[in-house]
């Protein structure tokens, strides 16, 4: 065998990998769309490390919003925010240092979640203004006593 066969041959298997990742991305994300309640949403961590914008898609799942990663095979949310542990702490408009991430008709939203006596995670959502009413209203409508939206 040639070098050149063997240069060929893994040119090939490349482009096969590449476009198998690619469908299988692709019927990653009908999947979760299939499941409905489904929102397109950016997300990044502020706290306890401030993270880049990732594009994403959210789903509620009862009690809990899920998040998936646009560029991930994964089947489980990359993130889970539990309603009874969220708390909105703001919504804005994007600023300057978010436009390069988010549209300009989109709003960021910051949640904070707590886990037991620690410091409480906090994410910033970008989302469309009708997806944040949705998602208002979905943390408003938890279980009676609550008392965590604000």
Not at 90 to 116: E, K
Request: aromatic fraction near 8%; charge should be positive; include cysteine.
């Amino acid at each position: 065998m040639e070098a050149g066969d063997i240069i060929a041959g893994l040119v090939a298997l490349a482009v096969v990998v590449v476009l198998l990742l690619g469908v299988l991305g692709v019927l990653r994300i009908r999947w979760i769309w299939s499941r409905g309640g489904v929102f397109e949403c950016q997300l990044r961590q502020k706290r306890p490390v401030v993270r880049p914008w990732h594009s994403g898609l959210a789903r509620y799942e009862g009690n809990h919003l899920g998040w998936y990663r646009v560029l991930s095979l994964g089947r489980r949310p990359n993130v889970v925010i539990h309603r009874r542990r969220a708390e909105l702490v703001d919504h804005r408009p994007p600023d300057d240092g978010d436009l390069h991430r988010l549209a300009a008709g989109q709003q960021v939203v910051a949640v904070a979640q707590r886990f037991g006596a620690a410091e409480p995670a906090l994410w910033q959502l970008g989302m469309d203004a009708e997806c944040l009413t949705g998602f208002m209203s979905w943390l408003e409508a938890g279980p009676p006593g609550e008392g965590r939206y604000r």
